[in-house]
């Protein structure tokens, strides 16, 4: 049963920055995970927010980034806003399945 | 603009099935695949499986396999999720998502399905 581990929650201040993590039981994330990443606000759907690693979709904050980090994947949100408080959910690829993480909850105080 | 526009919430009894549309517009709906995901109350994202819109292959999560089938139908640009033997622990919020080239950039507005006796 592969797992995809994310924290389940980070708080950061208005303005500030912070990375939230994506982690596969099956050892270091690379490219070929395709990670994407979603906010997601309660009521609502899924919201991409990036894809294949680091790519932004025209709707995206430029404040977001993804990467590979430290045998992860990444967001990074920089210069962070209130709306931006959400749950966040990474999600890989193992080769014809899709997996999620858990999810990261986001507080900005 | 890419829509994909899903079928109103279900209440089925244990033991049932339910089968879920997702009919799409805005792109060549033969030039993607259709993923389904769900959200139990409360809980994260669970992908549940796949199909290509363009030849039909599809792929499952091991853990729906054999309970879940999806389909599409071309003609009418709709996919449909099927889900047999509904136990309370399917009820959740069901979500089609356009699928192609490892991005998932587009999402039904979710139909929720609620199991009870």
């Known amino acids: 049963q592969t797992v995809v581990t994310q924290e389940p929650s980070l708080t950061v201040s208005p303005g500030g920055t912070v990375t939230l993590t994506c982690a596969s039981s099956?050892?270091?994330?690379?490219?070929?995970?395709?990670p994407n990443w979603f906010q997601q606000k309660p009521g609502q759907a899924p919201r991409p927010l990036i894809y294949?690693?680091?790519n932004k979709h025209s709707w995206t904050p430029a404040r977001f980034s993804g990467s590979l980090l430290g045998g992860k994947a990444a967001l990074t949100l920089s210069g962070v806003q209130p709306e931006d408080e959400a749950e966040y959910y990474c999600l890989l690829y193992y080769g014809g399945a899709w997996v999620f993480g858990g999810g990261t909850k986001l507080t900005v105080l | 603009q890419v829509q994909l526009v899903q079928s109103g919430a279900e209440v089925k009894k244990p033991g049932a099935s339910v089968k879920v549309s997702c009919k799409a517009s805005?792109?060549?709906?033969?030039?993607?695949?259709i993923s389904w995901v769900r959200q139990a109350p409360g809980q994260g994202l669970e992908w549940m499986g796949w199909?290509?819109?363009?030849?039909?292959?599809?792929n499952y999560a091991r853990k729906h396999q054999g309970r879940v089938t999806v389909t599409t139908d071309t003609s009418t640009s709709t996919a449909y999720m099927e889900l047999r033997s509904l136990g309370s622990d399917d009820t959740a919020v069901y979500y089609c998502?356009?699928?192609?080239?490892?991005?998932?950039?587009?999402w039904g507005q979710g139909t929720l399905v609620t199991v009870s006796s």
């Open positions: 294949t690693t680091s």
């Open positions: 805005g792109y060549t709906f033969t030039s993607s695949g």
């Open positions: 099956t050892g270091a994330v690379t490219s070929g995970y395709y």
């Open positions: 998502v356009k699928d192609y080239a490892y991005n998932m950039d587009s």
């Open positions: 199909i290509s819109a363009y030849n039909g292959n599809t």
